[in-house]
């Protein structure tokens, strides 16, 4: 058996004691779907229900109900393994992007010194403008007297990119944003992930959350800010709302003057008194980042992207001498054997960020649109235009709220049959007690 995981920290939300549009609404489910739900972790986990006198249904579930399902369920155990492997072999994945690029630099270094070394103990009775010929690397020259300095190990030091209370700064953003440089090299390549992940849960809960904090009873007007791109005929015909209804179990009403309203009975129906949850005046979409990493690292991610680049350039061309690196073998040899993916993985390191960078633009800039689009049917509301403020007032006519205290509730499956049944005399005989004394 599974269990929707909105469902029940909706539950938890709720303080483990809620109606089916208490819980439909925190989690942002299908009205029939958050009953099931609620009907087999009551089954399940060991919930009650209990029943109002006007037949509405309260489910109250331990605080412990999680540790009953996991010591029921082996698939729940099993699931919760998983989770926790899975972040483990995640967290394995990110940070192999970051080893891989500095294994590359590290074998190509060495394949180079090792080739550079070997062609000068070769041609050593040779002059150094004939050694430089013959290797056609003319453009080493660039580089002045120690073409090799760029692998000092003090190269991206201080030196570079400044004082060591820069580097500190570094390092404490570094901590501050809980992310280590190998998972900013990933961060780099692939970015953080979708920043709207739960975006149709948090719509829904959105919705649900309005119509509640109107005692059940809206008009379109107040929930169309959380919906996507609306065309005219839409707007006109408020067919965005059909969802709505289908999903909470609404109805409409006509008024008077031809308007449509619409009122949602369950959501009317609350387990205790809540205070009414702020809700933002729109849906608002989060833009993409190009990278949640540390300036310095991304920075230093660039920096060693391209000397990786310029490696693997230089690489190429020594091991043209097919002779020298069959002589050599080793870590040359290896070298060799992985050039192509080693030159792939120095392309794809600056161009895959590259493409995404454009991607993202673009991807950003509809966000941007449909979040303005959302924010100007929400500042319809406050125009305060008669039309408005007449299918407002008719929508209040349908609104009200049915709280179902422990006085309200004639069953719960919290008790004993027998025992609702004596207590059931009891009250009776306690009646008929009262009604004598008032006859006297």
């Known amino acids: 058996m599974t269990f929707s995981p909105q469902l029940m920290r ?6 483990y004691r809620a109606t089916v549009g208490e819980v439909a609404t925190q989690a942002g489910l299908e009205l029939n779907v958050a009953q099931n739900g609620l009907y087999n972790l009551a089954a399940d986990a060991g919930g009650h229900l209990q029943v109002a006198e006007t037949g509405d249904v309260v489910f109250e579930f331990p605080k412990n109900f999680r540790t009953i399902l996991r010591n029921k369920y082996f698939k729940i155990r099993l699931q919760e393994w998983l989770d926790k492997t899975w972040r483990v072999v995640f967290f394995l994945i990110r940070i192999s992007f970051g080893i891989a690029l500095i294994l590359s630099i590290l074998l190509m270094t060495i394949a180079i010194l090792a080739l550079v ?3 000068s103990s070769q041609d050593n009775n040779n002059s150094s403008r004939r050694r430089s010929s013959s290797f056609n690397l003319p453009w080493l020259v660039w580089w002045g007297p120690n073409p090799f300095r760029v692998f000092s190990p003090n190269y991206y030091g201080p030196r570079r990119y400044g004082s060591a209370t820069s580097l500190k700064n570094t390092t404490s953003n570094t901590e501050k944003g809980g992310m280590n440089f190998l998972e900013a090299v990933f961060s780099f390549l692939f970015g953080d992930g979708d920043p709207n992940p739960n975006l149709e849960e948090r719509r829904w809960q959105t919705i ?7 005692d059940g009873a809206v008009i379109a007007e107040q929930l169309s800010p959380y919906f996507d791109k609306l065309s005219p005929t839409e707007q006109t015909e408020e067919s965005y709302m059909l969802p709505v209804l289908a999903r909470f179990n609404g109805y409409p009403e006509v008024s008077p003057t031809g308007d449509l309203v619409y009122y949602f009975p ?3 129906v609350k387990a205790q008194e809540r205070r009414q949850k702020s809700v933002p005046n729109y849906l608002e979409e989060q833009r993409w980042t190009f990278t949640l990493a540390p300036t310095g690292q991304k920075f230093l991610a660039i920096a060693l992207g391209g000397v990786n680049l310029v490696l693997a350039l230089m690489l190429g061309v020594l091991l043209q001498d097919s002779a020298l ?8 040899g290896l070298a060799q054997a992985l ?3 080693l030159f792939a993985y120095a392309i794809a390191f600056l161009t895959v960020p590259l493409g995404r960078y454009f991607w993202l633009q673009r991807r950003n800039q509809t966000i941007e649109n ?3 689009q959302r924010q100007e049917r929400a500042a319809l509301l406050n125009t305060g235009e008669p039309e408005l403020q007449q299918k407002l007032a008719y929508a209040q006519q349908f609104a009200t709220q049915k709280i179902l205290t422990a006085e309200t509730i004639t069953y719960g499956t919290d008790q004993d049959l027998l025992d609702q049944q004596l207590q059931g005399h009891d009250d009776l005989a306690k009646d008929w007690e009262r009604r004598l004394e008032e006859g006297q």
């Open 370 to 372: 449909r979040n303005a």
């Open 117 to 119: 070394t070997a062609a």
């Open 208 to 214: 649900g959350q309005v119509i509640q904090n109107n």
């Open 266 to 268: 369950e959501l009317q």
């Open 339 to 341: 050039y192509p993916i």
């Open 10 to 15: 909706a539950v938890e939300t709720l303080q």
């Open 325 to 332: 690196v069959a002589e050599l073998g080793g870590l040359v």
